[in-house]
């Protein structure tokens, strides 16, 4: 009776670990040099199975007449699919909007439909792109056992690194299917690693572009499983609410 009683004791230990466990947490930065200027931003990111919360912080010092356009923002993303409703925050500001889908996604679409009027298809064939080529040895990188992938062998420098082992998680895969029509990152990243004979759901570790226009890099800092929302995404209580907000 007394192993019984200590094998559903330690079962509940276990149930209640996995539920405790279920977000995981990002840091990614990145780094950029071009004509008009540079920028730095670090994201980081939490997600669960109902909800994700980012917040960045980003700079950008600009040349010349660009000067005047030299700022530094901290802003605040919460989505969530218990409400159906998402959260903008302006750090800086002590201001916030919420909305429901619905009235995001209108507004957002609206907004996309004007620009498209302005916008044409320059789009140019990839046939010619060489074979990307991948490393046969992993290296470590920025913590991840990782292969090297050279995506072009010309004079530009375009490689990613993506895990040897490690995956996505589940987790962070389903919500950021979910919130893909409601956040996109200037500086994410797709792409399609099936397409280059990787594991399709291997994990960008870290990406370098350089041409003669600028350079980019990308570097994932943190991919680890938490027990709780970390408090640098709790919103002060004195925050405003807005129907507007700018976030630049």
């Known amino acids: 009776m007394k192993n019984l009683s200590l094998l559903i004791f330690l079962l509940l230990i276990s149930s209640n670990n996995l539920i405790a466990q279920s977000g995981f947490i990002t840091e990614e ?5 071009f004509k008009m200027g540079s920028m730095e931003s670090s994201t980081y990111s939490y997600f669960s ?3 994700y919360y980012s917040k960045m912080d980003f700079s950008f010092q600009g040349k ?3 000067r005047l356009m030299s700022r530094d923002i901290e802003n605040g993303t919460v989505i969530s699919f218990e409400d159906s409703t998402i959260v903008k925050i302006n ?35 990839d046939k010619n792109d060489p074979e990307p080529i991948v490393s046969d040895i992993p290296e470590m990188i920025n913590g991840f056992e990782s292969y090297k992938i050279t995506l072009d062998d010309s004079e530009n420098k375009q490689f990613v690194w993506v895990t040897a082992k490690e995956e996505q998680s589940d987790i ?3 919500m950021k299917e979910k919130i893909a029509e409601f956040e996109r990152n200037w500086g994410s990243i797709d792409i399609n690693f099936s397409e ?32 709780a929302i970390p408090e640098m995404f709790n919103m002060p209580k ?3 609410k807005v129907k507007k907000l700018k976030m630049f």
């Open 91 to 125: 750090y800086k500001k002590n201001r916030f909007t919420r909305q429901s889908f619905s009235e995001f996604l209108a507004e957002k679409n609206s907004s996309e439909e004007d620009q498209s009027e302005d916008q044409s298809d320059n789009e140019e064939s």
């Open 196 to 227: 280059l004979g990787m594991n399709e759901n291997a994990i960008l570790v870290k990406a370098v572009f350089t041409d003669e226009d600028g350079s980019f890099e990308y570097n994932l800092k943190k991919y680890a499983l938490i027990n």
């Open 64 to 66: 010349g007449i660009a």
């Open 29 to 33: 930065t990145t780094v950029a040099s």
């Open 49 to 51: 199975e109902n909800s």
């Open 172 to 174: 962070v895969k389903n």
């Open 238 to 240: 004195d925050y405003k």
